[in-house]
């Protein structure tokens, strides 16, 4: 046993212990992405540097084992520009939007993409309260508004845009739908956009385009005119859900947004839009949306006995994949659930 100091906080430490965990132990926070308590450390991210001003150099906590006489910075000036740095990096390559842009240029900042999955599972009850949860107003805003979720859907750029504003004004002037509530739920503020971080693609070409229509599977008719529930929820079907699953609940996200970070929208050239989903267990992987790091490949390497994901390439081009031996059907359930549970950002999703 013997005594460091963290943030001029005189703390006890014992030999193999990280610097993260005694700074968790003082109550110090240090943020990270790619670590996680139960699973072998593994330096990536590089978001929980720390400075030792005994020895001035930068550490990643997350690895970096405790020395008697270490006098640790985790929250100064320099220690927090390295981390906006290493998130910055990461933001380079991560092409990925955090809303839809629907949902982004829509006044009122409905919740058009949940609201097409509710429609398009049959979850008529759910997308009713849904609707009437974002009422703030005795009308919905859909019937005067001129349809600029509409305009901005990425399905337009394909064939016809989805009927956003229709399926909208057809549920609200059904709200008492088979006993459904009879006043709003839950009154909603609306998400200012302009002061939430959102990450973006950048320039998408016309093949990555078609990459969202991979969640299209079940899309069949179209129908401009929305007139019953069932033809609302098939045409919810053709959104192709541009959104971020994790939006909600992205550490990535999170971190830009207490570093005060902003896109920079010019991507660095590398992981394209594509996505896999299996048909089996609803996992999808999204490769742009990927900070190779590693959480999923190393929750899984107890159960080798079984496909699971990894790496595979060197470098910058290393990607997670399936191994080359198996396909991404192969991946069993309960595998699956572990890795969306520790992914930080919303690359391993369930459909």
Known sequence: MFKIRINNIEVDAEAGETILSVSQRAGVSIPTLCHMDGIEHYTSCMVCMVRDKASDSYLPS????????????????????????AVELLLSEHRAECEAPCRIVCPAGYDIPRLNRLLAAGEYIKAIELVMSELDAPEIRCLSCRGYCENACRRRKIDRQVSIRNIRIFIYHNL??????QKPVELTEFPDFKKIFSSRTGRIEEEELKEWLKECREAGKRFESVTDFISAGEEAKNCMHCDCRASDNCRLRELAQELGIRD????????????????????????????????????????????????????????????????????????????????????????
């Open 62 to 85: 997350c690895t970096a084992l405790v020395r008697e006489g270490m006098d640790i910075d985790a929250s100064g000036e320099d220690v927090v520009s390295a981390r906006k740095k």
């Open 176 to 181: 008492n739908y088979q006993g459904g509530p």
């Open 264 to 351: 920079r929208g010019n991507k660095v050239a590398g992981l394209p839009l594509t996505k896999k989903i299996s048909q089996g267990t609803g996992l999808i992987f999204e490769h742009a949306k990927c900070i190779k790091c590693g959480l999923c490949v190393r929750i899984c390497e107890d159960k080798k006995e079984e496909p699971s994901l990894c790496f595979i390439n060197r470098g910058f081009v290393s990607l997670i994949s399936e191994p080359l031996t198996a396909e991404f059907d192969d991946i069993p359930a309960a595998q699956a659930e572990l890795c969306v549970n520790v992914c930080p950002t919303g690359a391993l999703s369930f459909f």
